[in-house]
Structure formats: structure tokens, C-alpha cells
């Protein structure tokens, strides 16, 4: 009886290391800080400082629903190593957090934005429509 509890214990900690192993190194401030534009002249700053600057961003590509155009200034920091459902959806990224404000939201606003490697390429990315694939992506200017 114990042999088969022993090799589902393997089994369940072998999944694990492979799913943790995957994940990939995590960016670090200097990967991820630059001036990233976006969708219709939308830019986004991220200093090495953490300072957070937006400006003419559709708040939709930010937060779902809404379509004011931000601009303001706040915070930025690096989030957590991507889970589980990252890597099975087959994109590999990075929580990096917000705290924003700006017009139309005086009291502030926190969000995430999703630093991922796609072709070589850095990309800052929102999730417009997670079901369906569609995002607002940034990209950062050379």
C-alpha cells in the first residue's frame, strides 16, 4: 500500500519542480524600466526609481470597461513569478504593479501590467480579454 502513495507523492513533486523550474528567471528594474508606447500614442514610463508616469492611456487598456484617457503619475514595482495558469496558457510573465493617479481618478487607482519576452522582444501587456487573447500591448522605445 505505501508503494503507490510513495509514487504519487513523486509524481505530484516531480510536476512541481518542472512547472517551478519553467517559469524562468525573473526581470529585474532594469529590464522592465524604459518608456514603453502604446496603443494610439498611449506611453508608459517606468523608472528606475519605481516612479510610474502615464500618459494618454485609455483607462480599457488598464482597467476593463472604462474609456477615459489617463494621464497621471505614481508607483511601479515587480510582482511575484508568474503561477500555474501563466505557463499553461503558454505566456510566461510577470505581475508589475501599479499605483496611478490621475484624471478621472483622484483617489488612485492600483492595476497590474504583465512584463513578458515574446519573440526576443520585451513587451508590457494588459489583458483586455483574457478569454479571448485580447490585450493592450507596450512596447518599449529603443
Given at each position: 500500500?505505501?508503494?503507490?502513495?510513495?509514487?504519487?507523492?513523486?509524481?505530484?513533486a516531480?510536476?512541481?519542480a518542472?512547472?517551478?523550474?519553467?517559469?524562468g528567471?525573473?526581470?529585474?528594474?532594469?529590464q522592465v524600466a524604459?518608456?514603453w508606447?502604446?496603443?494610439a500614442?498611449?506611453?508608459?514610463?517606468?523608472?528606475?526609481?519605481?516612479?510610474?508616469t502615464?500618459?494618454n492611456?485609455?483607462?480599457?487598456?488598464?482597467i476593463?470597461g472604462?474609456?477615459t484617457?489617463?494621464?497621471?503619475?505614481?508607483?511601479?514595482?515587480?510582482?511575484?513569478?508568474p503561477?500555474?495558469?501563466?505557463f499553461?496558457?503558454?505566456v510566461?510573465?510577470?505581475d508589475v504593479?501599479?499605483a496611478?493617479?490621475?484624471?478621472?481618478?483622484?483617489?488612485?487607482?492600483?492595476?497590474?501590467?504583465?512584463?513578458?519576452?515574446?519573440?526576443?522582444?520585451?513587451v508590457l501587456?494588459?489583458?483586455?480579454d483574457?478569454?479571448?487573447g485580447?490585450?493592450?500591448?507596450?512596447?518599449?522605445q529603443?
Amino acid at each position: 500500500m505505501t508503494q503507490p502513495i510513495f509514487r504519487r507523492v513523486f509524481a505530484l513533486a516531480a510536476l512541481t519542480a518542472l512547472l517551478t523550474g519553467c517559469a524562468g528567471k525573473s526581470p529585474d528594474t532594469a529590464q522592465v524600466a524604459g518608456t514603453w508606447d502604446g496603443p494610439a500614442g498611449a506611453t508608459i514610463i517606468l523608472s528606475a526609481d519605481h516612479h510610474l508616469t502615464v500618459k494618454n492611456v485609455p483607462a480599457r487598456d488598464l482597467i476593463a470597461g472604462d474609456n477615459t484617457v489617463l494621464s497621471g503619475e505614481g508607483t511601479w514595482a515587480l510582482g511575484q513569478a508568474p503561477g500555474q495558469y501563466a505557463f499553461l496558457k503558454g505566456v510566461q510573465w510577470w505581475d508589475v504593479k501599479l499605483a496611478l493617479t490621475a484624471n478621472g481618478y483622484p483617489k488612485g487607482l492600483t492595476t497590474d501590467l504583465h512584463y513578458a519576452m515574446e519573440d526576443g522582444r520585451p513587451v508590457l501587456f494588459s489583458w483586455i480579454d483574457e478569454d479571448s487573447g485580447d490585450r493592450a500591448d507596450f512596447h518599449r522605445q529603443p
